[in-house]
């Protein structure tokens, strides 16, 4: 890992009294530590991850690149990809003057239904692990701390802050812990606990944290806790917690002096905590150093470049997977004279799941705007938006398109912060009404959102506030919403992030402006989160859907995007359905009536429903794809480069077909009594076929699988040969996936596991070997007792093949 100048440190370290010690271990702020200058130690900056880095703070004037999301990478199935999409984050962290980036996010895909599945890289730990190693190695060569999180269980999102996690020590080692212990021998620098427990003991006070963690792996770097998950005082400094984030207060500081003081604690454990603090500060350039925005060859531009953008682009498309394709794709851009583009979410896509890993990216590439820009101008592209889905979160905050400065004139929303007799404190024009963080100088009581907002169709349009407390929304001084709304949880998501709205109705006339005005009282424990939302009157739906049908029938080719919607994928709350908008549904299937050669689009983070997939001409999962999607998406679409991705999860026909789901617990514990049966290996042992298997996608030419080779003896493991044969008609490349089963074994095994894989590249007709690695670990389990992992003698048979479910090889190892 490097010790950061251990002789160094150690000197540091002495030099510092307990009070001074103590001070170092819990945040100075929500996104910084305290700066030490007794010794040269200057603040760490740290910033969420891992789609982007926003910075230290919720500003929407501070653009950042919008990466593709971490299923996304995960579908890539491509270390040096996402080993170079790491160095662009630390590119990124260093421009922004950040220490410490808050990725990779390597809790597993176990059920569907996961609000953060979007945040994940993959349903199996050998995947999730090797991506999220790359992603490790690619930020922190840029000198700046990766941080291996949430450690760990942290698998769903309902009662995330308290829900006790049972699962037993062998499925823990083979599954949970696994892809973490990979972060680790990468050489991760930060390791952040979660908020839930396991086993009875909450993260922050667990002893995985000493072992297998700082013990048995030798991790010598930083164990940060998520963002106020440290409640107690003791039991967590006596465990291996070395930081509380964020600060300032928290239960640590003088109270922590105290309790070393009466022998409740030992010194020795916080004199380890601060040793290992000052190393990373030494790693990351924070000892008498340049912070990383002052480093020489540092840009200090404000926004992505033009390589930048370029890399994001092409990520996405390697990362997009075509499910389906009859035929229909790549498209003959010669033969054709119109496409119709439908769906919402061609023009309003999303490119990012909400929560604290949301950046700001300086522009965003819709589909439609991909199209647009890469058909000739001799094609006709049509644009028919359809009924709308389900609103799911409410309405989008307000911005540019109908917001006015009331006192420039100029796009946006005047900001203004008020004390308790309304003298402005504050002001600031803001680029929309989502105010996550608004400046709050000494005497701070309202939070004040003003715009004049130009409608641009007549009839009811919906403002909403979002916040907690005493609320009020005026329009041309009529009252809409007044009234006292206490916080419903104290979960940070929803304090800080996405604040429960408020809605009222108001009738405004196409052309004429109204003036909109809202206020949030600030109170202790509620944050200052301040949201403004709008949304225009809804179109017919029936006249929506007759001209969308219409548009398809009149067109060569029909490109339907559809997708999830703010309410449905997000930290803080799971999914209760895989099913999209009922009526999105019958939707979907008329446009495919009215079109066979109908491409649909799939913009998700996660498993949805595809009822119609056998009767689309192709369907293409383009995730949360990030700012480029829609160049990325019409590059694929027309053939300029083939979609790369690989699912990294299973992906279910229907909700109930699934064999594992549960996110909800019952009496606060979440048991997962699947054990080590999640994701394909669950699928296997219930006999049941899914929608896609677990490392489905095609690409746009085809391939024989001709032979699986003799294993040989590799470093760590064995080096087994496939051979392969391009039989389609254009350049391509091949995720060559290897499994293993066991059929007689002394424990419990899955039907078979993912062993390894690896890419190969071949031209119409050639034939090309994958040389895939298995590590010894693959073909091991954990014994509790005697504790160690466990070689068991004997003959395991290997498969190769396309997929969890196409594996047209096989040969036997005996071991």
């Not at 309405?395 to 400065?405: K, Q, S, T, Y």
């Not at 066979?596 to 998700?604: A, P, Q």
């Not at 007689?744 to 894989?757: F, I, N």
């Not at 007709?765 to 509790?784: C, D, F, H, I, K």
């Amino acid at each position: 890992m490097g010790d950061g100048g251990s002789d160094n440190v150690e000197r540091l370290v002495d030099q510092l009294d307990p009070h001074r010690r103590v001070r170092l271990l819990t945040g100075a702020d929500t996104w910084r530590t305290p700066a030490e200058p007794h010794i040269g130690m200057g603040e760490l900056v740290f910033s969420d991850g891992p789609a982007g880095v926003r910075g230290p703070g919720w500003d929407e004037r501070s653009t950042a690149a919008l990466l593709p999301c971490a299923g996304a990478l995960g579908a890539l199935w491509d270390e040096e990809r996402v080993r170079l999409l790491g160095e662009l984050l630390g590119d990124e962290a260093r421009r922004k003057g950040v220490h410490v980036l808050l990725a990779p996010h390597l809790n597993l895909h176990r059920s569907p239904l996961a609000g953060r599945h979007f945040g994940c890289f993959a349903e199996d730990p050998s995947l999730a692990g090797r991506t999220g190693a790359a992603l490790v190695r690619g930020i922190q060569s840029r000198g700046v701390a990766a941080t291996a999180k949430h450690y760990v269980a942290n698998d769903s999102e309902t009662q995330r802050l308290t829900v006790d996690v049972r699962v037993d020590e062998r499925v823990l080692r083979e599954l949970y812990l696994a892809p973490f212990e990979a972060a680790v021998r990468a050489g991760v620098w930060l390791v952040m606990s979660a908020y839930n427990s396991v086993n009875g003991t909450t993260m922050s006070e667990s002893p995985l944290l000493a072992d297998p963690l700082k013990g048995e792996w030798g991790f010598d770097g930083v164990v940060v806790s998520d963002w106020g998950a440290v409640r107690a005082n003791v039991e967590a400094a006596r465990a291996a917690q070395d930081l509380v984030m964020p600060g300032p207060g928290g239960p640590w500081g003088e109270a922590l002096v105290e309790a070393m003081d009466e022998g409740r604690v030992p010194p020795e454990a916080v004199e380890d905590k601060v040793r290992r603090l000052v190393r990373l500060a030494s790693r990351v350039g924070a000892l008498e150093r340049p912070g990383p925005s002052d480093r020489p060859g540092v840009s200090d531009q404000q926004g992505p470049s033009d390589r930048v953008r370029a890399v994001v682009r092409e990520a996405a498309a390697a990362g997009f997977v075509l499910l389906e394709n009859r035929g229909v794709l790549p498209l003959d851009v010669e033969a054709l004279g119109s496409v119709a583009v439908i769906g919402t979410h061609a023009d309003e896509p999303r490119v990012q799941g909400g929560g604290s890993s949301e950046v700001f990216p300086d522009r965003v590439v819709t589909p439609l705007d991909g199209l647009r820009a890469a058909l000739p101008e001799r094609v006709r592209v049509v644009y028919a938006p359809g009924p709308r889905p389900a609103a799911g979160a409410g309405p989008a905050p307000l911005g540019p398109r109908h917001a006015r400065d009331p006192e420039s004139g100029a796009p946006g929303v005047r900001l203004r912060v008020l004390d308790a007799d309304g003298a402005v404190l504050h002001h600031s024009l803001q680029p929309s009404g989502r105010i996550l963080e608004p400046a709050l100088p000494p005497g701070a009581h309202t939070v004040e959102l003003a715009a004049d907002l130009h409608p641009d169709t007549t009839g009811p349009w919906t403002l909403g506030l979002g916040g907690f407390g005493r609320l009020s929304v005026t329009a041309d001084g009529t009252p809409l919403l007044d009234g006292e709304f206490p916080a419903e949880t104290d979960d940070p998501a929803v304090v800080h992030v996405r604040p429960p709205q408020h809605t009222a109705r108001v009738h405004l006339t196409a052309g004429r402006p109204a003036r909109i005005v809202a206020r949030r009282t600030l109170a202790p424990g509620t944050g200052r989160a301040t949201v403004l939302t709008a949304a225009g009157p809804e179109p017919d739906p029936r006249r929506a859907r007759a001209d969308a049908v219409a548009a398809a029938r009149a067109a060569d080719v029909t490109v339907v995007v559809i997708g999830t919607t703010e309410g449905d994928e997000s930290e803080g709350l799971d999914r209760t359905a895989l099913q999209l908008d009922s009526k999105l549904e019958e939707f979907v299937h008329e446009i495919l009536r009215a079109n066979t050669r109908t491409v649909v689009v799939v913009n998700c983070g996660a498993p949805v429903e595809l009822p119609w997939r056998k009767d689309s001409g192709a369907v293409l999962l383009t995730w949360f794809p990030g700012q480029e999607g829609g160049h990325a998406l019409a590059d694929v679409l027309l053939g300029r480069v083939e979609p790369g991705g690989r699912l990294p999860t299973t992906w279910p026909a229907t909700l109930a077909e699934a064999p594992v789901h549960q996110t909800r617990p019952v009496e606060g514990v979440l048991p997962y009594e699947e054990g080590l049966h999640i994701g394909h290996r669950a699928w296997l042992r219930s006999g049941t076929e899914p929608a896609y298997w677990f490392g489905h996608g095609q690409g746009y030419t085809t391939w024989a699988y001709e032979n699986l080779g003799r294993p040989e003896p590799a470093p760590g493991g064995h080096e087994i040969p496939v051979v392969l044969r391009n039989t389609g008609t254009r350049r391509g490349r091949e995720v060559v996936q290897l499994y293993v089963s066991r059929s007689e074994s002394t424990v419990e095994r899955p039907v078979r596991w993912l062993a390894g894989w690896a890419a190969v590249e071949a031209g119409p007709g050639e034939r090309v070997t994958a040389y895939v690695r298995v590590p010894e670990r693959a073909l091991q389990y954990w014994s509790p007792e005697p504790r160690g992992w466990v070689t068991e003698p004997g003959r395991f048979t290997l498969l190769a093949g396309r997929s969890a479910g196409d594996l047209p090889l096989r040969a036997a190892l005996d071991v």
